[in-house]
């Protein structure tokens, strides 16, 4: 009987960015332990950022950073925090490119791909373009 061999998920490009954009204080012994708890939590082919450790996740700078563009250019909600509307304004702006969509909101790429993955009905906007 011949066993399948251990097929290791791929890390999607949102999970990337994510742990990209995260600082690694403990360095590689955290990046190797960070990567053994995603693959065991993966359930399929990729990494998705719902299987990246919630530190890493929890560590992304959630403030909106100052933009050099007019205000006229930016969506900013009113909070200073991403909301739905500002999201799906910016989505539809940029033709759906989420980076394009990041900088007009005026916050990192891994940011925004939190907020769509702990926001289903944003996601599934996103997902029409």
Do not use: C
Request: no cysteine; hydrophobic share 35%.
């Amino acid at each position: 009987e011949q066993e399948s061999p251990n097929i290791v998920p791929q890390l999607a490009d949102d999970a990337l960015d994510i742990m990209l954009d995260y600082h690694w204080p403990g360095n590689v012994r955290e990046l190797k332990n960070a990567i053994q708890f995603s693959v065991v939590r993966s359930r399929g082919s990729r990494i998705l950022p719902s299987d990246l450790p919630m530190e890493i996740i929890q560590d992304i700078d959630l403030s909106l950073r100052v933009s050099d563009r007019p205000r006229a250019q930016q969506i900013i909600s009113p909070k200073g925090k991403l909301d739905i509307e500002s999201v799906k304004a910016a989505i539809k702006k940029t033709g759906g490119n989420k980076s394009k969509a990041a900088r007009v909101l005026g916050v990192g790429r891994a940011t925004l791909y939190r907020f769509l993955a702990q926001n289903e009905e944003t996601k599934n906007y996103v997902d029409q373009f």
